[in-house]
């Protein structure tokens, strides 16, 4: 079974641009959660879904910071505009059921914000 | 300070010996994770333990929760080059004047085996 897919997996990007990272969860898992990653700060958890719906927000830093779930299988985090502090590793990760169960993680995206 | 620290923050050891990482953590729990990560992947879960287990083992993995001193520990024996990883604890912690928990990361230890 494949685990949590991400793309891109690296992504440059200049200062002010608009940046969609794409995320598909571990089929049947009804969690799905973003992080932000930095030596700085270590691992941010930015949103969690569960059944598709925000459950929680309150780590997203910003108002340029957003991300839906359409349906059980995808999941994108959009920044607009970027800035250099944007830059970062971001994770998905999907769980079977709920917030404090086991979590897959995928493969991260690396973000460069120049 | 964070629930979820662990320390020593680094550890530097030789193939062969044996590594403990320790976990501290604030509130109550229902259950305590590890997980690992390499560099440049996804973190990956190791083991679970829950609060009324005070030891668990898997493969080379041992680990223990005293709920009393709210700590745990990972230790990895006979350890490899290929266990050079960053080690991260992660609770369900409470989070709020409720009864609602989440999942809390430490900032992790990282451990290099020398060959």
């Known amino acids: 079974d494949a685990g949590v897919i991400q793309s891109p997996r690296h992504e440059v990007t200049e200062m002010g641009q608009e940046v969609t990272l794409r995320c598909k969860p571990i089929?049947?898992?009804?969690?799905l959660f973003w992080y932000r990653q930095t030596m700085m700060r270590g691992l941010e958890l930015l949103i969690y879904?569960?059944?598709?719906?925000?459950?929680?927000d309150s780590g997203m830093p910003e108002d340029r910071f957003s991300a839906k779930m359409p349906n059980a299988s995808f999941s994108t985090l959009k920044i607009q505009p970027s800035e250099p502090r944007d830059s970062a590793v971001y994770f998905c990760?999907?769980?079977?059921?709920?917030?404090?169960?086991?979590?897959?993680f995928g493969p991260g995206t690396r973000l460069t914000v120049l | 300070s964070q629930q979820g620290e662990e320390d020593p923050q680094a550890l530097s050891i030789q193939e062969g010996e044996n590594a403990t990482m320790n976990c501290s953590y604030k509130t109550s729990i229902n259950n305590l994770q590890w997980y690992r990560q390499n560099s440049g992947r996804g973190l990956v879960h190791l083991i679970l333990i829950r609060s009324n287990e005070r030891e668990k083992h898997s493969g080379r993995l041992r680990v223990t929760l005293d709920t009393s001193k709210k700590s745990s520990s990972l230790l990895i024996t006979a350890s490899r080059a290929a266990d050079t990883a960053s080690y991260f604890c992660a609770t369900d912690g409470l989070y709020n004047a409720g009864n609602n928990r989440k999942l809390i990361w430490g900032l992790g230890t990282s451990l290099a085996v020398n060959p």
């Open positions: 089929s049947g898992h009804n969690s």
């Open positions: 990760a999907s769980s079977l059921e709920g917030r404090t169960d086991t979590q897959y």
């Open positions: 879904f569960n059944n598709n719906v925000p459950i929680d």
